[in-house]
Every structure is written in C-alpha cells, then in structure tokens.
C-alpha cells in the first residue's frame, strides 16, 4: 500500500477547499443555492399538487408514463438546476461574480443526480437504487471537482499481491461494478429470451427449461469473461483456483455434479416435465419445477418434496401423464345373493358414466368376479379424463352414487354376520345378529340368574 499517494492526495483536496472556502464569495454563492433551492422545493410542490401524471399520460406507453412519473417526483432537483444556472450566468454577466464556481459546481452536481434518478428508475429493487445512485453521483461529484483522478490514484495504490495477480481497490471496486451492471443486463436479457422460449408451440416444457437454463448458464459465463477481459485481469492467474475446484469435484462434489448431469438428462429425454404426476418409491405428487440439482414435487396437501435429479435416472419412477393425461380407476363392491347381476352391472356403469370428470372417450366397464359366503363381488373399472382433478375425488363421487343408486333399487350391501352365545338365559343357545331383534322380545321379563 503506497501511503505517500494517498497523504499526497488528501492534502491536495484540502488546500484546494481551503482556498475556496476562505473566499468571500464562497459564502455569497452559498446563500443564493439555498435561496434557489427553497424556491425550487415550493414550485416542486405547487406542480405536484396541480399536476397528476397518471390522468396526463393515460393511455400512453408505460416508458413515456414511466418518464412522466419520474419526470414529476425530480421537479425540485430540475428546477433548482435551471434556477442556479440562471442565477449563475445573471450575476457573472453583471460582474457580480468573477466565475460562480460554486454555483457552477452546484448545477452540475444536481443535474447529474437528475440524470441518475432517471437511470435508476429502471430497476425495481429499492436497495439496489439507492446503492447505485449513491454510487453513480459519488463519481459524478468527484469528476465534477475535479478529483476524481486523484481519488483513482490513491484507491489504485492500496493493493495486494495473491500469486502473480496485483489486486487493488480500485480494481475491486470497477471490478464490483461491472459485475453488476453486467449480472443485470444478463437477467432482462435471459428473461426476455425466456418469454419467446415459452411462448414457441413447438418446443416441449423439458425442452424448453433445458433451453433456458443453458441460455442463462451462458450468457452468465460470457458476462463475467468480458467483464475479466475489460478490466484486464489474465484469466490464467485463476489457474490455481480452477485446479482446487478440480480436486474438490473429484472428491467432495461427485453428487452435485452427477444431479447436474441428471438434470440436463432429464430435461433432453423427456422422461419427466413439469406438470407430470410421478411417483417415486414412496413419494407422489405433480412435478412444480425443475432445477439443475433437484425437481420439486407438491404432494397436494402443501408439502415440496425435492428429489435429487440423479433418483430420477437411477431409480424407478412411475409416470402417470407420461403419453396421455387419463388414468384407470378401479371400484370393488359387493352385493348379497338377492341381488340381480345384470341390473347390478348396469347400475353401476350408468353410475359411473353420469358422474363428472370420467371420460367419455372409454366407457366404463362392470364385471362379476366372485361368488363369496356373503354374497357377489363386482369390479367397476373407468377412466379418469383430467388426472389433475384427483382420482380419489372421482372414485369417490361414483361410489357415492353406486350408494344411492343401490337404496333406491332396494339392493343389499352384504355385511359380516356373528355369533352372539349367552350362558344360563332364555335366549337359545346360538343366535345371529339378525334374528336377536325378533327372539329378544319372547324372553322372558326377569331371566333366572345364573348360578
């Protein structure tokens, strides 16, 4: 660190507004900048107050709207940048000032903090205003005094040297900057290119997400070359970091980086996309997202399961909207002997072709598949058209109206029947269930009581 140049330049900016400052005139133009800035925040507010630039510029385009915003909220600085300037040219006209340096230095400074809010007002983080803003008018303030070499001089001589690479303050702060502005640029650019991939029909949503995140790993790649390359930084000085990250993918990384590969595999063969309903060794759910270490799975009751790319390739995985979106939803039920067959099996497919969300495209399908002790067991089968809607929600609903459709009929869901033994009463020694209703009433009021 070389403190001679940085002594050096700090004395010289303080004998500089030493001089200025023990000037009479300094104070006389001192008094007329606050004097034209109240006026310019009391027009500022009068304009405010009469002018509405939303009903102005209704129906314009959201640029010229958006200038006309920023145009209205920057009154004050404009015209306390006009008035001083005026102020300025009047009195070194009538030779009242020998050159008004400070109200020269005071237009300038407020029309370039004009120009920045202009600039900025195309970025919509607060934070990120205001740092660069601050930023932004910090240079401005010093080019416009004249001491913007010098204070590049002395960031430039605090320095550190790592390896072969000479790094300094200076060098970190433009360094810092471009990063920025040129992460930024990358951002609108890639959601730009973004909103056309998305909008093209003819490209698949694996294909598209692919395409995107290679748009945006790239442009990334390209925007931190450049900034590199414009600030003069040899790329090869970085060759002992890139060895670290090799020997740290090869031992400690194998499982990020095979996700990584996963994921672009999944994207290319179309195994899996968003908006999929897959199930995953015990994990269901509708695929929301897909990143390059994981996919993210709703379970449908508010849980994001995330599952590593590399399950998805190496582990079997059901795909339930792999070629189409229905699915084949199954109802066992039963009836007793009584019961006819066929107005069973005709019930039962009426049942489930009245009920909404079962496709028409197939119809549904009623089989007898067993004779029991209890009675007959059917099989309904039909198919869900939209998945999304849930196939419990619809074999609910059908077995609903499989219930109502049996009462009406008068048809007899068989139940489970047991012995009930009672020792030492009037009741017969074995009875059911069925017949304990009518045989309790022929007992006899007060039972003898067991010994």
Partial sequence: MDWTNLTDALASATRSIGIEVTSPWFYMQFGVV????????A???LLRAWFSPASFSMGWPAPLRLLVRVLTQRAGTLLFAVLTEVVRLVMVKMEILPRGYVLSTATNLATAWFAISLATSLIRNEFVVRIVSVAAWTVAALSIIGRLDDAANALDSISFTVGTLRLTALLLIKATVLLAVAL???GALSNFIETRITRTRDLTPSVQVLLIKLVRFALIVVAIAMVMASLGVDLSAFALFSGAIGVGLGFGLQKII??????VILLADKSV??????????STGTISSMNTRYISVAAGDGREILIPNEDLVTQRVVNW????????????????????????????IDTARSTPNVATFKEPNCLLTEFTETGMKFALTFWVADIAVG???VRSKVMQGLWTAFKKEGIRVPYPVRE????????????????????????????????
């Fill in 391 to 393: 196939m419990d929600a």
């Fill in 43 to 45: 027009l500022a507010s």
């Fill in 321 to 348: 909207t792999y070629t189409d979106r229905t699915m084949l939803v199954k109802v066992n039920f039963a009836t007793n002997y009584d019961a006819d067959p066929s107005l069973v099996c005709k019930l039962a």
């Fill in 34 to 41: 606050l004097i034209t800035a109240g006026i310019a925040l």
């Fill in 420 to 451: 009930l033994r009672v020792r030492g009463g009037a009741l017969p020694v074995e009875t059911t269930l069925e017949n304990f209703e009518d045989e309790k009433d022929q007992a006899p009021a007060n039972p003898p009581k067991t010994p």
């Fill in 258 to 263: 095979a996700n990584f590969i996963s994921g």
């Fill in 273 to 282: 996309k968003p908006g999929d309903l897959i199930t995953i060794a015990d």
């Fill in 184 to 186: 930024w640029l990358v």
